[in-house]
């Protein structure tokens, strides 16, 4: 088993709390043999992604990942201008 934990951190606990809530859909569609968890803790941004199958698609879930995290992140900037 592939297993990976990944904590972000935010200037404020609204920011992490929009950024966590943005991500967490995906926690609902992953595919059998794969476990994606976000959570918020005050100002971080944890995530647990946990998978059977290959190191392709575990690194294919990160990077998708972290390309919705960024996407919150940029959508976010352009709210607080």
Same mark, same amino acid.
């Given at each position: 088993?592939?297993?990976? +934990?990944?904590? !972000?951190?935010?200037?404020?606990?609204? /920011?992490?709390?929009?950024? =966590?809530?943005?991500?967490?859909?995906?926690n609902f569609k992953?595919?059998?043999?794969?476990?994606?968890?976000?959570?918020? +803790?005050?100002? !971080?941004?944890?995530?647990?992604?946990? /998978?059977?199958?290959?190191? =392709?698609?575990?690194?294919?879930?990160i990077d998708d990942?972290?390309?919705?995290?960024?996407?919150?992140?940029k959508a976010l900037?352009?709210?607080?201008?």
């Open positions: 088993m592939l297993e990976a +934990q990944i904590t !972000l951190e935010y200037g404020d606990e609204q /920011t992490a709390d929009a950024v =966590a809530k943005a991500v967490s859909p995906d992953a595919p059998s043999g794969l476990s994606i968890a976000t959570a918020r +803790q005050g100002k !971080l941004v944890l995530t647990e992604v946990k /998978t059977e199958g290959s190191f =392709a698609t575990f690194l294919a879930t990942l972290l390309f919705c995290v960024s996407t919150a992140e900037r352009i709210i607080k201008q």
